[in-house]
């Protein structure tokens, strides 16, 4: 497995509950950080308790493109590249069609597909001059089986499986890796405002997901894990 110490890492939705567990190992495991997400408190809050200075923490609005284009400077800046990318950062609107409205739907491809597009965009470059670098996407399980009540977040999630795999293609020559990690059902502040009957106590725990994260950042040089799926065996209220 590769080592992580040294490795500049760019954790987004850190402030949530897989984005800020992950933080944590990866950390202990001696990578360089740099944590961006929504809200600002919970950001500085994190980067203290883990010793992450200032400079390398950034709020952002990751489906704003001048945001995005910020965020790189303020990377390239700070750390002078970047190693991994893990996109931990998304929403989840729940709702059946004839409750959902454009602005839901908008709103969710924005948060989940579009933050992921502008993000590569701006990563990619940089990876593909330094010759290598791995992207961690987590889709979530509804990006490969869809659920009643979620038109929005599939579609949003397929979309971003389907653009990944087309540009692993595309780098299929080069030594950058693309992974995706399909969770379903992990206990965090995801599901706090979703109007949906779940036994939240037998969802896989936080920290449990930031460990496979975790692993998944330290694939060998001579290989790639495309996917990974990771799921509890029932999480759906009878």
Same mark, same amino acid.
């Given at each position: 497995?590769?080592?992580?110490?040294?490795?500049?890492?760019?954790?987004?939705?850190?402030?949530? +509950?897989?984005?800020? &567990?992950?933080?944590?190992?990866?950390?202990?495991?001696?990578?360089?950080?740099?944590?961006?997400?929504?809200?600002?408190?919970?950001?500085?809050?994190?980067?203290?308790? =883990?010793?992450? @200075?200032?400079?390398? *923490?950034?709020?952002?609005? =990751?489906?704003?493109?001048?945001? *995005?284009?910020?965020?790189?400077?303020?990377?390239?800046?700070?750390?002078?590249?970047?190693?991994?990318?893990?996109?931990?950062?998304? /929403?989840? /609107?729940?709702?059946?069609?004839?409750?959902?409205?454009?602005?839901?739907?908008? %709103?969710?491809?924005?948060? &989940?597909?579009?933050?992921?597009? =502008?993000?590569?965009?701006?990563?990619?470059? +940089?990876?593909?001059?330094?010759?290598?670098?791995?992207?961690?996407?987590?889709? +979530?399980?509804?990006?490969?089986? @869809?659920?009643?009540?979620?038109?929005?977040?599939?579609?949003?999630?397929?979309?971003?499986?389907?653009?990944?795999?087309? /540009?692993?293609?595309?780098?299929?020559?080069?030594?950058?890796?693309?992974? &995706?990690?399909?969770?379903?059902?992990?206990?965090?502040?995801?599901?706090?405002?979703?109007?949906?009957?779940?036994? %939240?106590?037998?969802?896989? %725990?936080?920290?449990?997901?930031? %460990?496979?994260?975790?692993?998944?950042?330290?694939?060998?040089?001579?290989? *790639?894990?495309?996917?990974?799926?990771?799921?509890?065996? &029932?999480?759906?209220? /009878?």
């Amino acid at each position: 497995m590769e080592k992580l110490n040294g490795k500049r890492i760019l954790i987004t939705g850190a402030s949530g +509950g897989i984005g800020s &567990n992950t933080a944590k190992l990866l950390v202990s495991g001696g990578a360089t950080l740099f944590l961006t997400g929504r809200r600002m408190d919970a950001l500085t809050a994190l980067a203290d308790a =883990l010793q992450v @200075p200032s400079e390398r *923490v950034f709020a952002a609005d =990751l489906s704003d493109q001048d945001a *995005v284009s910020a965020l790189a400077g303020r990377v390239m800046e700070t750390m002078g590249g970047l190693d991994i990318l893990v996109h931990a950062a998304g /929403i989840g /609107i729940i709702k059946p069609m004839d409750q959902l409205t454009l602005e839901d739907f908008t %709103r969710t491809l924005n948060a &989940n597909l579009i933050s992921t597009f =502008l993000l590569m965009k701006a990563f990619l470059p +940089g990876m593909k001059q330094a010759g290598k670098g791995l992207v961690i996407n987590i889709p +979530g399980v509804l990006g490969k089986v @869809p659920m009643a009540g979620a038109a929005a977040y599939s579609a949003s999630k397929y979309g971003l499986t389907g653009m990944m795999q087309s /540009i692993r293609e595309e780098l299929k020559r080069t030594e950058i890796r693309i992974t &995706n990690i399909f969770m379903g059902g992990v206990d965090s502040p995801f599901w706090d405002e979703i109007p949906l009957k779940v036994q %939240r106590e037998k969802m896989i %725990r936080a920290e449990e997901a930031a %460990r496979a994260v975790w692993f998944l950042c330290q694939q060998p040089a001579s290989g *790639v894990v495309s996917e990974m799926v990771l799921q509890p065996f &029932n999480h759906q209220a /009878i």
